[in-house]
């Protein structure tokens, strides 16, 4: 037979065959390491899209812009991490984080847009 041993300890098991912890304390522990994990990487995608849409609303005070990729780098911004996309009928596909949108243009330049400013051209 397997030897099991606490999930958050290590100690050995000789309880249950579906005993995972070796006491209350080391599966409150166990849950509460998860959950606290859970919220860190929740926190850290926040903190990326927040970020990204406060350097595509600086670059776009007017609602509409172009803007190059190197300035977009240079401010930080991550292109992994978007809230929602919009593919317009003609097929182009508009990034969003929160209500700032940005779609990439000829040249590695991309064109900025406020919310409901689907402008296609
Ligand atoms: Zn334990």
């Known amino acids: 037979m397997e030897k099991r041993s606490c999930l958050e300890c290590g ?3 000789h ?3 579906d005993q995972k912890f070796c ?3 080391c599966r409150t522990a166990y849950h ?4 606290a994990e859970k919220n860190t990487i929740i926190r850290h995608v926040n903190a990326v899209l927040r970020k990204n849409r406060n350097i595509l609303e600086k670059l776009n005070p007017q609602g509409k812009t172009k803007v ?3 300035k977009l780098l240079s401010e930080g911004f991550n292109f992994s991490y978007f809230t929602n996309t919009y593919t317009t009928k003609t ?3 508009y990034h969003y984080c929160y209500d700032q949108g940005y779609l990439p243009i000829e040249g590695n330049w ?3 847009v406020r919310k409901q400013e689907y402008i296609d051209r």
Request: glycine share 10%.
């Open 11 to 13: 100690e050995p098991l």
């Open 23 to 25: 006491s209350d304390i």
């Open 110 to 112: 991309y064109f900025l």
């Open 15 to 17: 309880g249950r065959a």
């Open 32 to 35: 509460n390491r998860m959950h």
């Open 91 to 93: 097929g182009k596909t």
């Open 68 to 70: 190059s990729k190197e």
